[in-house]
C-alpha cells in the first residue's frame, strides 16, 4: 500500500496523464449531479438508465455505417454521434408511449431500455463475426474505459458540462415549475414538452460523454446517485442542485483517483463506489433527512410526548374530589 506521500501527490498534484482523466471525470460528476436533480424531482430517475442503453445501437449503426463507406468504424466522434441520435430516439420514443397511451412512464421506459439494448447487443454479435470486429473496441462503451481519456476528451466534457450548467441556470424557474407541477407550467404558457425535450436532451448529452468514462452500463449510477444524496442535506432546491453538483464531482475525483492508485481495479466501478460511499455518508448523517437526524428527532418526540402524558396524568389526579367534593 502507497506511503501517506503518493496518496497526498495523487489527490492533489498526480502526473499529467492522470491529472487530465480526474478532471475529465469530476466535470463529468458536476454535470451528471446537476442533470440527475432535476430528474429525481421530476420523477424519472431511470431515464438516464434508458438513455444509456438505448444508445447502444446508435454505436453499432455508426461503426457499421463508417465501414460501408470506407471510414474509419473506430472514429469516437462518428460512435458519438451515433449514440446521440440513438439516445435521442430512445428519448423520443419514451415521450410518444407516454403521451399517446396510457402507459405509465415506467412501463413506456422499461420498453425502450429493453428493446433498444437487445438490438445493440445483436449488433455487437454482428460486428464481433466481422473482419476486424473484434478489434474496434466497442465494448469499451459499455463497460467504460476512462485510462484511455485524451485531452479531445476533457475538451468535450468540459463543453457538457459548461453547457448543461447555462441552461440549469436559464432555465432554472421553469424547470422548477415543469418538476413539482407540469399542468401549472402548461396553464402559464410554457411549453411544457419543449422544456421536458431539453431537460432530456440536457441528459442525453451527459450519458453520451460519460460512455468513455463510467460506460453505459453505470453512467446511470452518475446520475442518480447525487441527487438523493444530496436531498439528505436539505430542502431548497438550490442548495440540492449545489450539493448534488459537487457531490457528483468529489465522487468522480475521489473515484478517478483511487482508479490510478489501485490499476487492477475498473475505474467505472471505483468511481460509482466513491459515489455509493458519499451516498451512504448521507443517507446516515444528512442534517435535514438523515437517520441519525430523524432518530434524535423521535426520541425528543418520544420524550416530550412522555413529559406531556405524565403532566396530564398528574393534573387528572389533582382534579380527583374527595366524597365531600372538596380537592384532594
Not at 447502444?56 to 449514440?83: E, Q, Y
Not at 418538476?179 to 441528459?203: I, K, M, N, R
Not at 475521489?254 to 487492477?264: D, M, V, Y
Not at 455509493?276 to 420524550?303: D, E, K
Amino acid at each position: 500500500m502507497p506511503d501517506d506521500v503518493n496518496w497526498w501527490n495523487l489527490l492533489f498534484f498526480p502526473p499529467y496523464n492522470t491529472r487530465l482523466v480526474v478532471v475529465s471525470v469530476t466535470l463529468l460528476g458536476v454535470a451528471a449531479g446537476l442533470a440527475g436533480a432535476f430528474l429525481l424531482l421530476r420523477k424519472r430517475s431511470l431515464m438516464g438508465d434508458v438513455l444509456s442503453h438505448a444508445t447502444l445501437p446508435g454505436i453499432g449503426l455508426a461503426f457499421l455505417f463508417a465501414v460501408a463507406i470506407g471510414s474509419d468504424g473506430k472514429s469516437l466522434p462518428v460512435l458519438l454521434f451515433g449514440a446521440v441520435l440513438s439516445g435521442s430516439a430512445g428519448m423520443m420514443v419514451v415521450l410518444a408511449i407516454r403521451r399517446t397511451t396510457h402507459l405509465h412512464d415506467d412501463t413506456a421506459m422499461g420498453i425502450v431500455l429493453s428493446v433498444f439494448f437487445g438490438f445493440g447487443v445483436v449488433l455487437l454479435g454482428l460486428i464481433q463475426e466481422m473482419p476486424g470486429g473484434s478489434a474496434a473496441g466497442l465494448e469499451r462503451f459499455i463497460y467504460g474505459k476512462t485510462a484511455s481519456m485524451v485531452r479531445q476528451d476533457l475538451v468535450l466534457v468540459a463543453a457538457v458540462a459548461a453547457i448543461v450548467m447555462a441552461c440549469c441556470l436559464l432555465l432554472f424557474k421553469e424547470l422548477r415549475m415543469l418538476c413539482f407541477d407540469e399542468d401549472f407550467t402548461s396553464s402559464q404558457g410554457w411549453p411544457a414538452l419543449l422544456l421536458d425535450g431539453a431537460l432530456l436532451g440536457l441528459v442525453t448529452a451527459v450519458t453520451v460523454v460519460g460512455l468513455q468514462a463510467v460506460g453505459l452500463v453505470l453512467v446511470i449510477a452518475f446520475l442518480i446517485i447525487p441527487a438523493p444524496a444530496a436531498r439528505f442535506w436539505t430542502h431548497s432546491l438550490k442548495v440540492t442542485l449545489t450539493l448534488a453538483a459537487l457531490m457528483g464531482g468529489i465522487s468522480g475525483w475521489i473515484g478517478a483517483s483511487l482508479s490510478s492508485l489501485l490499476p487492477g481495479l475498473p475505474a467505472g466501478s471505483v468511481i460509482v463506489l466513491a459515489a455509493a460511499s458519499v451516498f451512504l455518508f448521507s443517507l446516515f448523517f444528512g442534517s435535514a433527512r438523515g437517520i441519525v437526524v430523524r432518530v434524535r428527532a423521535h426520541l425528543r418526540l418520544q420524550r416530550r410526548t412522555g413529559r406531556q402524558h405524565l403532566l396530564r396524568a398528574a393534573y387528572e389526579l389533582l382534579e380527583v374530589t374527595t366524597a365531600e367534593g372538596e380537592p384532594v
